[in-house]
Nanobody, 117 residues
Framework: QVQLVESGGGLVQAGGSLRLACAASGSFFSINYMAWYRQAPGKQRELVAFINEGGTTNYADSVKGRFTISRDNAKNTAYLQMHSLKPEDTAVYYC???????????WGQGTQVTVSS
């Protein structure tokens, strides 16, 4: 099992920056991938950014060039650095993680990011 705890959300003005963190704990040897999703009111949850253990990343087109995902494997923690935030980035941001050799993946409780215009 993996427990994920997100932190770093909050209220920021358009053009500002925030850094989210996702700390993983539990009974596992190593984490295969970590990802950030977001869900705005009335919309489906969408993938924002993904990183595997080797450091390969992938981003949604809407955040490319503005968001950066990274991870500290020693700390089992992933980060999402967000710059040039826009009101349309307002959402609950969720951390997701998957282990090796199992289809199961795990979710955090989410952290609210609100960008005011």
């Amino acid at each position: 099992q993996v427990q994920l705890v997100e932190s770093g959300g909050g209220l920021v003005q358009a053009g500002g920056s925030l850094r989210l963190a996702c700390a993983a704990s539990g009974s596992f040897f190593s984490i295969n991938y970590m990802a950030w999703y977001r869900q705005a009111p009335g919309k489906q949850r969408e993938l924002v950014a993904f990183i595997n253990e080797g450091g390969t990343t992938n981003y949604a087109d809407s955040v490319k060039g503005r968001f950066t995902i990274s991870r500290d494997n020693a700390k089992n923690t992933a980060y999402l650095q967000m710059h040039s935030l826009k009101p349309e980035d307002t959402a609950v941001y969720y951390c997701n993680a998957g282990l090796y050799r199992t289809p199961h993946n795990f979710w955090g409780q989410g952290t609210q990011v609100t960008v005011s215009s």
